[in-house]
């Protein structure tokens, strides 16, 4: 996973485990992108959190966040970011967060 990210630990944007990812193209991605974006693109289809990619490809949840982070910044996947008021989350965010879990 280190050669995936290029060695980045981190996004290059702040991105939430809870935020929601989906495809900004209903076409398939072809052989010039990575086997991860092809997966990851594919996956969000359907509107995804960021923990759920990273569970759903069975890989660590910061490759993940790096990966989604780039593909955004490529226009591949657009971004759905949590409202949080004065730092802390909504009660109703929680507890679809909880839902998603039970449902893992």
């Known amino acids: 996973m280190y050669a995936v990210t290029g060695g980045r630990t981190a996004p290059r944007t702040g991105l939430a485990m809870e935020a929601l990812v989906s495809s900004a193209t209903s076409a398939t991605l072809g052989t010039a992108y990575t086997r991860e974006y092809r997966a990851i693109s594919e996956l ?7 923990a759920e ?3 759903l490809l069975n890989i660590p949840l910061g490759v993940a966040r790096v990966l989604i982070a780039d593909m955004e910044a490529e ?3 657009r971004i759905y970011q949590p409202q949080l008021d004065a730092g802390l989350p909504d009660r109703s965010l929680l507890e679809r967060v909880l839902s998603g879990l039970r449902r893992l």
Not at 44 to 50: T, W
């Open 44 to 50: 969000c289809r359907q509107v995804r959190s960021v």
């Open 75 to 77: 226009g591949l996947v």
């Open 53 to 55: 990619v990273s569970a």
